[in-house]
């Protein structure tokens, strides 16, 4: 049940944008996203509830595709300080949680 | 101060001893995890807890258990410790304030365990 994440790992130069997907077998409740830096714990970022909604945070943004039980997250203007790995989270029944796979982005100057 | 410890951050173990990472939250959380992380991979949950008088397990239970002694504390032993446990543990500790789907998760900062 362990949603699936694509790219494995970007490289990006600053200012350039990125796009991670998040797909999932289950039909879900919601997506979270998360980032972890190295060797820290993760931090969530926000959350999107069935419904279709898209979210921003900052020049991080997101959006959530219930019936195709898909999420992307969108990095504008990539900054030094987006390097880290992304992991979405999903709630297929509302009891569990299930991290996906991880993106590795690394932005470089 | 951070709303959840986890105790202790580093430790070296030898196979086939006993350990405990223990984990303590002042949000006032019911919900509370344990998740293991590999080097370069995601995170495995192993137990988690909805209050104190419920426990279940996760993907990856085999080879530990769990105790929650009070809301704000939940404890990870491993019975005999073996050298693929070597990894990153993570404790969280969550609300779900809208109902289900809403979940947030917070995490402490982890403890490296390295059984050699």
């Known amino acids: 049940q362990q949603p699936v994440q694509s790219p494995q790992a970007v490289i990006l130069r600053e200012g350039e944008d990125a796009v991670i997907n998040c797909s999932s077998s289950k039909a879900l409740y919601s997506v979270h996203w998360y980032r972890q830096k190295h060797g820290e714990a993760p931090i969530f970022l926000m959350i999107l509830l069935k419904g279709g909604e898209q979210k921003g945070h900052d020049k991080i943004s997101a959006s959530f595709n219930e019936k195709k039980q898909q999420s992307s997250l969108y990095l504008t203007a990539s900054q030094l300080s987006y390097s880290g790995t992304y992991f979405c989270g999903t709630e297929p029944t509302g009891n569990q949680f299930y991290f996906g796979t991880g993106t590795s982005l690394t932005v470089i100057p | 101060d951070a709303d959840v410890t986890q105790t202790p951050r580093n430790r070296i173990t030898k196979t086939g001893k006993r350990i405990m990472l223990e984990c303590s939250q002042t949000?006032?959380?019911?919900?509370m995890y344990w998740y293991r992380q590999d080097p370069g991979l995601g995170l495995q949950l192993i137990y988690y807890?909805?209050?104190?008088?419920?426990?279940n397990k996760g993907e990856i239970s085999d080879g530990y258990s769990v105790s929650r002694q009070a809301q704000a504390k939940f404890s990870l032993s491993l019975e005999s410790a073996i050298p693929n446990q070597t990894a990153l543990y993570f404790c969280a500790t969550s609300d779900v304030p809208g109902g289900a789907g809403q979940e947030t998760q917070y995490f402490g900062p982890g403890t490296r365990l390295l059984v050699l």
């Open positions: 949000k006032g959380h019911d919900r």
């Open positions: 807890s909805f209050d104190v008088k419920d426990i």
